[in-house]
């Protein structure tokens, strides 16, 4: 469910930052390239379905250009989710907090 979550996030924020950004309807190839690889490494990914929000992850699985790509995906639309998505940007924001809770209450740390 919360993989679900998370592909529906990534797919939202890159769409909406190509149509900000490359002034595109749809997404542009250098967009879906960067969405498929997304999808692709949140379906590969080591942690099965308990894993964390990638922005929370300590295994960085991305290449590099690929990594510094959604980061910049990230800090562009992020923010902007407020604004343009107010209720899933609450979400995610609620979960990013639990799962960190959680992970101190885990990791001691």
Same mark, same amino acid.
């Given at each position: ?18 149509? /900000? ?13 960067? =969405?498929?690889?997304? @999808?692709?490494? !949140? ?28 980061? /910049? ?13 107010? =209720?899933?940007?609450? @979400?995610?924001? !609620? ?15």
């Amino acid at each position: 469910m919360e993989r679900e979550k998370e592909k529906k996030t990534i797919e939202w924020m890159i769409r909406f930052y190509c149509r /900000k950004n490359h002034k595109s309807r749809e997404l542009c190839g250098e967009c879906a390239a960067l =969405y498929e690889y997304a @999808l692709l490494r !949140l379906s590969r990914c080591p942690h099965g379905d308990g894993k964390p929000f990638c922005s929370n992850c300590k295994i960085r699985c991305y290449k590099p250009d690929m990594k510094a790509a959604i980061a /910049k995906v990230m800090r562009f639309s992020g923010p902007r989710m407020l604004f343009y998505h107010p =209720y899933a940007a609450i @979400l995610h924001l !609620l979960a990013i907090k639990k799962e960190r809770k959680n992970n101190k209450s885990i990791g001691g740390a």
